[in-house]
């Protein structure tokens, strides 16, 4: 079945004929399409998905990367209890507000990945660091072993853990400062491009009740109004040559996405359809071809002005 029949049947039921299932699916493919839409709408397995670790980071300054950025990629462990308002952990920052905000409170990477990654990069024989293909290598504040992935996690999936609300808002969108951080620079398997062509860069948070969390609670599911339309698929949105125009368009309409993924994806409807170049967010700079000046991704010291809660 087209997926964008699918997302249709969420994001715009009454506008659904149904002869448009009907005539594109017998009834074998029907029963394997509504198996999976249960597996996805029910809550997480019996053992439950449960953090591993939190991290958070300050930002600092690192000389032999592109024009010597700022980051707080560089994440240590907490220890007991986490405070989380609507910029995240408090003792979290980010360098550039592109990389932070109340729709990006909160980055979780599954620590399967790194196993995937080490992988790739193995049969490939690109170099990389591979020391540093461990927790909290990409940045990240939470970290999961439990089967959570950009497959199994929904935009819009809002969950309970500990007495914080949370609700996922987006795909990470990969920037070339990991290619500096894994000491990875052949062009032709940066590790920025090459998570992004595998969706698996990880997904972002808002926080829609500020409380406390730590390693061991468990991700309680109350929500998830957009079962068919997992990370993984969001992220094809911008990583995929040919993908559905129709669930172009309705991603780019769809208000539990964060703005600026629907605003890649009515830059993409701008173009035919045809993907919108991501050069400048994955190899660094402000190069890169059919890429608007105001949808670059800004390098210098304008954009190191911390986010704003790194000011309390």
């Not at 010597?68 to 408090?90: F, H, N, P, T």
């Not at 950009?150 to 935009?155: L, N, R």
Request: aromatic share 8%; net charge positive; glycine share 8%.
């Amino acid at each position: 079945l087209r997926p964008h029949i699918w997302l249709r049947c969420v994001l715009e039921p009454d506008r659904l004929d149904m002869g448009d299932i009907l005539s594109t699916e017998d009834a074998s493919v029907r029963e394997a399409r509504e198996n999976r839409a249960k597996e996805r709408a029910m809550a997480p397995g019996p053992t439950g998905w449960k953090v591993d670790k939190v991290f958070a980071g300050k930002i600092r300054s690192y000389d032999k990367w592109y024009r010597g950025a700022r980051s707080g990629i560089d994440k240590k462990e907490l220890e007991g209890q986490v405070e989380v308002d609507e910029l995240g952990i408090l003792e979290d920052q980010q360098a550039r507000t592109s990389h932070g905000g109340t729709g990006r409170a909160l980055l979780h990477f599954a620590q399967e990945s790194y196993t995937r990654i080490e992988a790739i990069y193995k049969k490939s024989g690109a170099e990389i660091d591979f020391s540093r293909l461990i927790a909290p290598g990409f940045g990240e504040n939470i970290s999961t072993s439990c089967g959570m992935n950009e497959h199994t996690v929904c935009i819009g999936d809002e969950f309970e853990l500990g007495s914080a609300t949370i609700r996922v808002t987006q795909p990470r969108a990969p920037c070339f400062h990991l290619n500096h951080r894994f000491s990875c620079q052949d062009r032709k398997n940066l590790l920025s491009s090459t998570v992004e062509a595998h969706c698996m860069a990880g997904w972002l948070y808002a926080v829609i009740k500020p409380g406390r969390f730590k390693a061991g609670d468990e991700f309680v599911l109350k929500k998830r109004p957009l079962p068919h339309l997992s990370v993984a698929y969001a992220h094809q949105m911008v990583s995929k040559q040919e993908f559905p125009v129709e669930d172009v368009k309705l991603m780019a309409e769809c208000g539990l996405l964060d703005p600026k993924w629907r605003n890649f994806a009515k830059a993409r409807i701008s173009a035919d359809n045809a993907p919108v170049s991501m050069s400048a967010r994955l190899l660094g700079g402000k190069k890169g071809a059919h890429v608007p000046e105001e949808r670059r991704d800004p390098v210098g010291p304008k954009d190191n002005k911390p986010v704003s809660k790194n000011e309390r």
